[in-house]
């Protein structure tokens, strides 16, 4: 392990974007409300990955894919696989998603990620849709 690695820990995890029956109800209610923020702007990691990354449970992490990057409240799943993250379906998922040139739909399994402990604020909903 390099120091850099000790310092800085990140994980190269794979991305399955799930629907989310609290997100999908609070969204319909208010999308700009505090409880869809609170329901939609997470990623869920095995508790392996959380301590590998040096996260508590609720801290925010950096997440990166070849589509962008946003940064999320992280929590304990112990549903979710190992290497595995879990984000619902919404905004802040769709941010790392890239969207194909053909009339393919896109890829929301399996996307090649890479998470980091991050001192950031949540990536704001408002960032998200400027830049859709």
Same mark, same amino acid.
């Given at each position: 392990? +390099?120091? &850099?690695?000790?310092?800085?820990?990140?994980?190269?995890?794979?991305?399955?974007? +799930?629907?989310?029956?609290?997100?999908?109800?609070?969204? $319909?209610?208010?999308? =700009?409300?505090?409880?869809?923020?609170?329901?939609? +702007?997470?990623?869920?990691?095995?508790? !392996?990955?959380?301590?590998?990354?040096?996260?508590?449970? !609720? &801290?925010?992490?950096?997440?990166?894919?070849?589509? !962008?990057?946003?940064?999320?409240? $992280?929590?304990?799943?112990?549903?979710?696989?190992?290497?595995? +993250?879990?984000?619902?379906? &919404?905004?802040?998922?769709?941010? =790392?998603?890239?969207? *194909?040139?053909?009339?393919?739909? *896109?890829? =929301?399994? &399996?996307?090649?990620?890479?998470?980091?402990?991050?001192?950031?604020?949540?990536?704001?909903?408002?960032?998200?849709?400027?830049?859709?």
């Amino acid at each position: 392990m +390099a120091l &850099g690695d000790f310092l800085f820990p990140h994980a190269d995890l794979k991305l399955v974007i +799930a629907r989310s029956f609290q997100a999908d109800v609070e969204s $319909a209610k208010d999308i =700009l409300s505090k409880e869809f923020l609170e329901n939609a +702007a997470l990623v869920r990691l095995n508790k !392996g990955d959380l301590q590998r990354l040096g996260l508590k449970n !609720g &801290g925010h992490a950096s997440i990166k894919s070849k589509a !962008g990057t946003i940064v999320l409240a $992280a929590f304990v799943d112990e549903k979710v696989p190992e290497n595995t +993250a879990v984000i619902p379906y &919404g905004p802040w998922a769709l941010a =790392l998603v890239s969207v *194909p040139k053909e009339d393919t739909p *896109p890829q =929301l399994h &399996g996307i090649s990620i890479t998470i980091t402990r991050s001192d950031d604020e949540i990536t704001p909903l408002e960032e998200l849709l400027e830049h859709s």
